[in-house]
């Protein structure tokens, strides 16, 4: 009976350190990329110059949820208009320039963004699910807009072959990246 307890204690000694180590992992896996973060506030020159290019009150649109991604070098927002058609739009501010690389009528957003980490690089690339009117099909259909991380640009980049290999869910081929769109921060 006394062998029996030491050996007793020393299982207890070694589940307590796995089960730190597994808490720990489980946490930093759900956490955000180092570089990237999300909010639910636009910062206020973003607002102001939203304000000005639009020629809208502040009040007439506003954020989604944990729809604003911001990096070192500029912000982008998932934007809900006020308006009975439903307008969605997602903007960048970068530098002091206000970029729209997407918006649609009707449209709504199907939650925040999603950080992604699929193609293993530097920065996630984020993805936006949307529903909308595709006139062609006649009725609303579920989209992404996807953008990817340009280095040397310092900018997100609007991406139709990203948004589509997010989409299908094939990764066996690498999505092409040459149409993107990278207009804060790169010229």
């Known amino acids: 009976m006394y062998i029996a307890q030491p050996r007793h204690r020393r299982v207890k000694v070694k589940v307590v350190p796995l089960l730190f180590l597994a808490l720990t992992w489980a946490l930093s896996a759900s956490a955000a990329p180092t570089g990237v973060s999300t909010s639910h506030t636009m ?73 992604m980490s699929d193609r293993k690089i530097a920065l996630p690339d984020v993805v936006f699910a949307v529903e909308l009117f595709v006139p062609n099909r006649g009725g609303m259909t579920k989209h992404k807009v996807a953008f990817y991380y340009d280095a040397e640009k310092n900018t997100y980049c609007e991406s139709q072959s990203l948004a589509s290999w997010y989409l299908s869910g094939n990764r066996a081929l690498a999505p092409d990246l040459q149409d993107g769109q990278c207009v804060a921060g790169s010229e």
């Open 43 to 115: 910062p206020t020159a973003m607002v102001a110059a939203l304000t000005k290019e639009n020629q809208m009150p502040a009040e007439s649109f506003r954020a989604i949820a944990d729809g604003v991604v911001s990096w070192s070098g500029g912000t982008m927002a998932a934007v809900v208009i006020e308006d009975p058609n439903g307008i969605c739009a997602i903007y960048k501010y970068q530098d002091g320039r206000l970029d729209l690389p997407f918006d649609g009528v009707p449209c709504k957003f199907l939650g925040p963004p999603m950080l």
